[in-house]
């Protein structure tokens, strides 16, 4: 099955600077990259995701970046501010049949005022 | 719209006792999820349902059981409680298997001594 491989499990950064979350997959059938943003005490929350037609997708201060031929993809927040501060977790599936994500293990993102 | 409601939001329970978590949609969606969420192991899948009456096993399903009597309703079930199965539970929902984004309740915190 797929295994998602994500880092850093903790990223501190000051406000205003960036910062880049990265992932590896290990099946080359998955197809569909999605991220979550999980706040205390709530559910994750899909900000961005990202199919394997396209190599970069932003949405504001947010991107995602994909590279197929190397099984990685990555997350990047720019000008960031503390509300940008949570767990953030990539995922990974293939698109066939009944397929379901596979998470990685998520990174606390702490940004310091 | 409520969403994705669970429901208790936390519960303690001895060695051997069982119990039943409720998640309810109201997006009429098809597809829908319990996960469990382990620090340092991110978001694994425990069982699921592609439709009213269907269940199946996801990567972590010993131990639980599932129904989908109704389309609205996903139920967790514990049959005997173990404390390996402290941990904080999520059920989440998605319109169809092709990918749609996955909308997450907000947790259940459960404790086993």
């Not at chain 1, 295994?3 to 960036?18: A, M, R």
């Not at chain 2, 399903?61 to 941990?87: C, H, I, M, W």
Request: proline share 5%; glycine share 8%; charged share 20%.
């Amino acid at each position: 099955g797929e295994n998602v491989e994500q880092h850093p499990s903790t990223l501190s950064v000051q406000e205003g600077d960036s910062a880049v979350i990265k992932c590896t997959y290990s099946d080359s059938a998955s197809n569909y990259f999605p991220w979550y943003k999980q706040e205390l005490g709530k559910g994750p929350q899909l900000i961005i995701d990202i199919r394997s037609n396209v190599g970069e997708k932003k949405d504001q201060r947010i991107a995602v970046t994909l590279n197929k031929t190397a099984k990685h993809f990555s997350l990047h927040i720019t000008e960031t501010q503390p509300e940008d501060s949570a767990v953030y977790f990539c995922a990974a599936s293939p698109n066939s049949g009944y397929s379901t994500l596979t998470f990685g293990k998520g990174t606390m993102l702490l940004v310091s005022p | 719209n409520a969403g994705v409601t669970q429901t208790p939001k936390f519960r303690v329970l001895k060695t051997g006792q069982s119990m039943t978590l409720l998640c309810a949609q109201d997006m009429n969606h098809e597809y829908m999820y319990w996960y469990r969420q382990d620090p340092g192991m991110g978001l694994r899948l425990i069982h699921y349902s592609v439709g009213e009456g269907t269940t199946a096993k996801g990567e972590v399903p010993d131990g639980y059981n599932v129904s989908r009597l109704k389309k609205q309703n996903f139920l967790l079930g514990l049959e005997s409680a173990a404390p390996s199965q402290t941990s904080v539970y999520f059920c989440a929902s998605s319109y169809a298997g092709d990918n749609s984004p996955l909308h997450f309740g907000n947790g259940t915190r459960l404790t086993v001594t």
